[in-house]
T-cell receptor, first 116, second 113 residues
Framework: SQTIHQWPATLVQPVGSPLSLECTVE??????LYWYRQAAGRGLQLLFY??????ISSEVPQNLSASRPQDRQFILSSKKLLLSDSGFYLC???????????????FGDGTRLSIL | ELKVEQNPLFLSMQEGKNYTIYCNYS?????LYWYRQDPGKSLESLFV?????AVKQEGRLMASLDTKARLSTLHITAAVHDLSATYFC?????????????FGTGTSLTVIP
């Protein structure tokens, strides 16, 4: 069966510090991978998605970046965190089997990031 | 870009009552999903609706899709406290290489005993 691992679960960091959040998927190959941010009490904002190794699409211009060094690994990074980067970060994957695919997204447990 | 709006944003209701959450999307979507999120937790997939007139039911929740109106509804029947959570709809555009998910703002449901 497929599983998704996201870590760390909670992170408290000072403004201006770097960030690295990691997400890995097991039990499937060539998944579509996604990073979302959810501000407190708000909806999901898509940050990045990837359809393959080294292929990253950015939805929102900001001081975050994403990388996909391996097929089932997706990393969210920042060189200098801002206060506004606080939030709940969710990694997700979905299987793409052509236009007829109806697979939902499967989400990791999330990382709660607080910037002080 | 596809935009998805949900209403209401917040909903408080007594146990035993019925209510409907609405999800509107702005342009053609290939399919529609509903998710549940418990406080501090991740999202759990509830339903996928594939075509016009599709209806799915699980327990006290029933989801439907009207692609002509670009509207999906999540109907709650005889609410119980365990249904308290935030519910998201997501419209999907299928690209040649992958699925692009567009999420609504979420509806925070509190069921009062």
């Amino acid at each position: 069966s497929q599983t998704i691992h996201q870590w760390p679960a909670t992170l408290v960091q000072p403004v201006g510090s770097p960030l690295s959040l990691e997400c890995t998927v097991e039990g499937t190959s060539n998944p579509n991978l996604y990073w979302y941010r959810q501000a407190a009490g708000r909806g999901l904002q898509l940050l990045f998605y990837s359809v393959g190794i080294g292929q990253i699409s950015s939805e929102v211009p900001q001081n975050l970046s994403a990388s996909r060094p391996q097929d089932r690994q997706f990393i969210l990074s920042s060189k200098k965190l801002l206060l506004s980067d606080s939030g709940f970060y969710l990694c997700a994957w979905s299987v793409f089997r052509g236009r007829g695919s109806n697979q939902p997204q499967h989400f990791g447990d999330g990382t709660r990031l607080s910037i002080l | 870009e596809l935009k998805v709006e949900q209403n209401p944003l917040f909903l408080s209701m007594q146990e035993g009552k019925n209510y409907t959450i609405y999800c509107n999307y702005s342009t053609t979507s290939d399919r529609l999903y509903w998710y549940r999120q418990d406080p501090g937790k991740s999202l759990e997939s509830l339903f996928v609706l594939l075509s016009n007139g599709a209806v799915k039911q699980e327990g006290r929740l029933m989801a439907s899709l009207d692609t002509k109106a670009r509207l999906s509804t999540l109907h709650i029947t005889a609410a119980v406290h365990d249904l308290s959570a935030t519910y998201f709809c997501a419209a999907v555009v299928v690209l040649n290489t992958g699925n692009q998910f567009y999420f609504g703002t979420g509806t925070s449901l509190t069921v009062i005993p």
